[in-house]
């Protein structure tokens, strides 16, 4: 009888994130840290075998007589760097491969940058091997059914400290021969065939290993990484963790990649690839035990003014027909704020811009999908209430707990659910510009709790959820890899170091200008008027008072 583990992990997470940079080698930096790293151990046949550009010999006395790790990279390093300064960039990128060190084959991709003149180089083999089979549904639920299923929590703040529980363990017979013709199936991605990355794909295996090198063969070149290797091969979730004894294989099905308003989307899942950049920067938030995100607040001065103009619209010193705009200018330029990331790639300000358009929607700036409400709509909901009045409403993305199962030894891993959900918190905004205690609000809770329900739809109205969810799934596959795929630690670090070699530099905005909004909701005879801000999402009753 096999035993069959589920498991949680109390870790709290809420939504935002950023990079942890990593510094490299410039050339003349890969030389001194070669001789620093035992190159006195290397005889003087191995220095002039790589002088003479006999690098076979070269590499062989390496690998025989240095046993070392970091030295064992550096001269290896040493190697690559001479291959590719001469245009041997295949050989160079072969010999990257057999160094652990991100740092020296970032080096070694700087100085092939330096060195590289305008003569044609020869192209290289394919990014991921495709499976072409389907793994039907329903096989799985009888390996075990919900009682394997557990919650497996990720996302943009994460705890690396989080509890370990084990669940309740269930045995049977009927998983070894089930797992063992899964794996089989996932690991034969050698075999596989060379597809267009759009076309749909019952399963479809992306080889983090094979992703490395491609990537690192490509900046060799310095050639463009390209849309199939960006787009993660149009994986754009991850259902399948499989951890071989050389390699780590995510794999899901494809529903086929189309074009939405600018974005790749999958036609089947309304989701945007997971991106390579995604990756890297979930690797390297994992590694670190950093959380990473956003905010945009306004500032306690905004705050004091904003308080201060409500009191002077419910007094009836300022007109209501300008109390929006006025409340927007007292609360000035809103401070966005990237944390545990840099603020120049495509990460953080798809963050930013999601984060910013999510409290448009709620302010009805954009229109929800039909029968989704926002959270005017939930104020006239709930009128019989009372309006809202001097509330600060916060809003964020977090992790919504995924539930993971595994194979009796820990090497294939099925996840499964939508990894992010909105959140709320409301407290009483003071006179002085601070925040109160946390209060309670109906409306903001039927507003979030409806959000959440209609996921999916306001996801394919507005592609930009659907590349926020997918960083999300990128963050659990890349908690569950470094959870359980401790050595395959040089794999995971290698590519969470390449976050920082970023294609092109994005301006992410350090302010935003608020929003606010003026809505009026009848009771019987009485007219509320409302008064509506963006970013801390102050509310204030301002008038009430009988028709004429």
Not at 140 to 162: H, I, K, R
Request: with cysteine; glycine share 8%; hydrophobic share 40%.
């Amino acid at each position: 009888m096999r035993q069959v583990r589920s498991w949680s992990f109390g870790v709290p997470v809420f939504l935002c994130v950023s990079v942890a940079l990593v510094s490299v080698l410039g050339s003349n930096a890969l030389v001194s840290s070669v001789a620093a790293q035992g190159l006195q151990n290397v005889d003087r046949r191995t220095q002039q075998a790589i002088e003479t550009g006999e690098f076979a010999v070269a590499k062989s006395t390496v690998l025989k007589t240095v046993s070392g790790t970091s030295a064992r990279d550096s001269l290896l390093g040493q190697v690559a760097a001479r291959q590719a300064s001469i245009g041997e960039t295949s050989a160079a990128s072969q010999t990257l491969r057999g160094v652990a060190s991100a740092d020296v084959r970032q080096s070694v991709v700087d100085q092939a940058g330096h060195a590289r003149g305008g003569s044609s180089m020869a192209d290289f083999t394919t990014l991921m091997q495709l499976i072409e089979t389907t793994v039907v549904p329903d096989t799985w639920e009888a390996l075990g059914g919900n009682s394997t299923m557990a919650p497996y929590p990720q996302g943009v703040f994460v705890d690396p400290n989080g509890t370990l529980v084990e669940s309740p363990v269930e045995s049977t017979d009927a998983f070894a021969g089930t797992w063992g013709d899964l794996k089989t199936l996932l690991a034969s991605s050698d075999t596989g065939v060379q597809r267009d990355w759009r076309l749909p794909s019952g399963m479809r295996c992306v080889s983090l290993r094979r992703l490395r090198d491609t990537v690192l063969q490509r900046r060799l070149l310095g050639q463009d990484l390209g849309d199939a290797i960006v787009n993660m091969a149009g994986l754009s979730n991850v259902q399948y963790v499989v951890l071989t004894e050389d390699d780590v294989l995510l794999a899901a099905s494809v529903g086929g990649i189309e074009q939405n308003e600018g974005w790749f989307v999958d036609r089947r899942t309304g989701r945007t690839p997971l991106r390579y950049d995604f990756l890297a920067r979930s690797f390297a938030a994992a590694i670190g035990n950093e959380p990473f995100g956003c905010t945009i607040d306004p500032t306690p001065t905004g705050m004091e003014n904003a308080m201060r103009v409500a009191s002077e619209i419910q007094t009836g010193k300022r007109p209501i027909g300008k109390a929006a705009d006025d409340l927007a200018t007292a609360l000035g330029m809103q401070r966005v704020e990237v944390f545990g990331s840099a603020a120049d790639n495509a990460v953080a300000l798809l963050m930013v811009e999601a984060d910013r358009h999510m409290k448009q929607l709620a302010l009805g700036e954009f229109p929800m999908p039909d029968g989704a409400k926002n959270y005017l709509d939930a104020v006239d909901a709930l009128i019989d209430q009372g309006p809202p009045s001097d509330l600060l409403l916060r809003l964020w993305f977090t992790n919504e707990a995924m539930r993971v199962r595994c194979d009796p030894d820990q090497h294939v891993f099925e996840l499964s659910g939508t990894p992010i959900k909105l959140s709320r918190e409301n407290q009483r905004a003071l006179a002085n510009g601070n925040r109160g205690d946390v209060i309670a609000d109906p409306r903001s809770t039927m507003f979030v709790d409806d959000f959440n329900r209609n996921w999916t739809r306001i996801r394919d109205a507005y592609p930009i959820y659907g590349a926020l969810e997918s960083l999300y799934h990128a963050a659990a596959a890349a908690q569950l890899v470094c959870r359980y795929g401790t050595q395959h630690q040089e794999l995971f670090a290698g590519i969470a170091s390449d976050e920082d070699a970023v294609e092109w530099l994005l301006h992410t905005p350090r302010q935003v200008a608020s929003i606010a909004t003026k809505h009026t909701v009848r009771k019987g005879s009485q007219r509320h008027h409302i008064i509506l801000a963006s970013g801390a999402s102050i509310s204030l009753q301002p008038i009430r008072f009988h028709p004429m």
